[in-house]
């Protein structure tokens, strides 16, 4: 389960609603994103969740879009960035030993950061403890004008640059899966990786094909804040759960859902082709014949353009310098030494 925002974390009733997704739905894994700006609300639910749902894998994927003032700008917050940097610690700290609890980050690529994406890739890397950061280009409406900056080639060009450090998650995923899955987890996890970045890619410019059939309302069930349900969160409300008793499974088989179904037609026929992860990713899964041939094409290609990483402290301060950033309040937050 996706829970999405706004942010999440204003939503006071959330542990409560996600209890009641694993125990009536047996949902096994949730994504929270999160601004990072509630560090003690965010610790006490996510206790609150591992006491009460104990099989549910926790992904905690908090938002950062650059360094200092970068960040500060896109996310229109001052001083969020330092805020989400002692965030993420006491999350490392309450959680470091908890394999049900995963700690990523979401970059959205603007005209404010394009040009510190890496560098801020490398420095998150070497700086924490972290399971994966995902990178995307903005879409849908925004702040400020001009923001969307991305084309297909200077998109592609940015995600042939960070497959050094897609390797080292790759590596690191690895080894906390042991055992003769080691080899199989990089496999998929890296061919996965680029594989979602091909796609995003070839839809930036203009809707195209992903190569597989989008399996939008068949796999997936949005829910808004006030019930009011999609097959996808790029189109139009289709109803209200109220109206079919909560009950999901009625949902996904009422006519209002097969008529939208059939006006997709697994994208070809409403040629709504996206950028939106959540449905390539549950798309390429359901998908399973196209899931392992393009997998392996991507984990062919994350091979290919490798090439040896160094993070050494001296590259790490030596960013930290060129971005100006605090060094005292790195070590009060326990950043670094």
Not at 86 to 110: C, H, P, Q, S, Y
Not at 304 to 314: D, F, G, V
């Amino acid at each position: 389960m996706w829970v999405s925002g706004g942010e999440p974390t204003l939503r006071e009733e959330l542990p409560e609603i996600i209890e009641m997704f694993y125990k009536n739905n047996e949902i096994k894994d949730v994504n929270i994103p999160t601004n990072g700006l509630k560090p003690d609300r965010i610790v006490a639910w996510v206790k609150q969740i591992r006491q009460n749902c104990p099989e549910l894998n926790i992904n905690l994927s908090l938002s950062l879009d650059g360094f200092g003032d970068t960040h500060d700008i896109q996310r229109g917050v001052p001083g969020n960035f330092y805020k989400a940097m002692g965030t993420l610690k006491l999350i490392e700290k309450n959680f470091a030993d908890d394999g049900r609890v995963l700690k990523n980050l979401a970059t959205v690529i603007t005209k404010y950061n394009e040009n510190e994406v890496e560098d801020l890739m490398i420095w998150m890397l070497g700086r924490f403890h972290l399971s994966n950061h995902i990178i995307e280009a903005a879409r849908g409406m925004t702040r400020d004008d001009g923001v969307k900056v991305l084309t297909e080639p200077t998109l592609r060009a940015l995600q042939d640059k960070v497959v050094p450090i897609y390797n080292v998650y790759g590596e690191r995923m690895a080894e906390e899966t042991g055992g003769f899955r080691k080899p199989i987890a990089r496999f998929f996890y890296l061919g996965f990786i680029r594989t979602l970045y091909n796609v995003r890619a070839t839809n930036i410019d203009h809707p195209t094909p992903w190569g597989m059939d989008c399996t939008a309302g068949e796999t997936t069930l949005v829910i808004d804040y006030d019930g009011r349900f999609r097959a996808c969160e790029l189109r139009e409300p289709l109803g209200n759960v109220k109206d079919y008793d909560c009950n999901i499974a009625k949902i996904m088989e009422s006519d209002a859902m097969k008529q939208e179904i059939a006006a997709i037609g697994h994208g070809d026929k409403a040629n709504c082709w996206c950028t939106h992860g959540c449905w390539i990713t549950s798309s390429l899964v359901f998908n399973p014949r196209k899931m392992i041939t393009q997998v392996y094409k991507g984990y062919r290609e994350m091979k290919k353009l490798n090439r040896p990483l160094n993070i050494s402290e001296e590259l790490l301060q030596s960013i930290e310098r060129k971005y100006a950033l605090d060094e005292q309040k790195l070590v009060e937050l326990g950043v670094r030494n």
